[in-house]
């Protein structure tokens, strides 16, 4: 129940055991055209350049920026939170001109904002964060995001680490050129395979760049060979993360991608009723809640780091800290694809409130259990 990596489904554990064959074997070259059309699905697009990246969702990140900003863009992100620092130093690796649009950690960036910043900067390319582990906010108004970037014809990158596969996210309804994405939060998959996709505008840019991209593991001009039709070598493919990301994007699709929005609400609300009823206070407002990702604030007077130490001592339970401009301030207790369960809630809750009053936090313990047991009958 922390940012990520989230339970792994049996499922996926069992893939993870299928005897290797060769990343150019005919069987696997199936698998790899099974998990492009699943991730498809998962992203609600159509996208062709849909693939996983070797690597770690930072892998798939450094993908997505490296491979668009050429040396010399103006690359606009945010400074809401920790993984808008992080797509600034990729930007500013890859020789891009970092410029930044405004909002405190905690609430989400708002289009006055991205609409001025276009105005005063004129940017190449747009980065955002659609959910922010750092602070548990949602990006809303994402199609007007995209809309202010386009008629400054602009490309607008996401970072969806933790929102493919537990939050309504669709790259091509809401016009996101580039998005990317980690397998082990909302996915449950172990890291090692990330997520990313990007429409024909955004891969015409990276195929007419001047410069080659500055790291050849991750070109995505090289990388075309191999997940093209040619199938040509390039680098040996991760075999056992793609076994299991195909399984877990096989989950995925069994369950339904809107179905399993909808069960990330669902067991996310009950959790949040029932700290809210016993007198904890949530972060951001309801318009921009994360389900994945729940940011709780520390009451007064608690030690967070032992709070957080009890719950793995005592319950093997892990929630997390805060980062950054957050750190000390709130909890971080995650809700992602198969630790999305009542099972999950239902342990954790009695388990916070025992912890919390174990430092004398002045909160009501009862009424949040049986809001939660009104809540999880209706899970
Ligand atoms: C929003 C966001 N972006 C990027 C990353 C980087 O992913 P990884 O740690 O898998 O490299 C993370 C990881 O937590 C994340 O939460």
Redesign the pocket.
Known sequence: MG??PSDVHPRVLRAMSTPLVGHLDPSFVEIMDEVQELLRYAFRTDNEWTIPVSG????S?EAAIGNLVEPGDTVLVPTNGY?GG?MASMAERAGGEVVHVDAPWGEPLDPADVEAAFAEYQPDVFGF?H???STGVRQPDVPELTSIAHEHDAYVIA?C??SLGGVELRVDEWDVDVAYS?P??CLSCP?GA?PLTLNDRAMEKVLDREEPARSWYLDLSLLEGYWSDERAYHHTAPITNVYALREALRLVAEEGIEQRWARHRRVAAALKESLSAMGLALNPDEAHWLPSLNAMEVPAGVDDGAVCEYLLDRYDLEIATGLGDLDGEIFRIGCMGHSARPANVTLLVPALAEALAAQDADIDPDAGLSVLRERLGEV
């Open positions: 940012p990520g770690t969702g930072s892998a990140m993984f992080r964060v959910a922010e582990t970072d680490v933790t980690g082990q939060k890291p990330s």
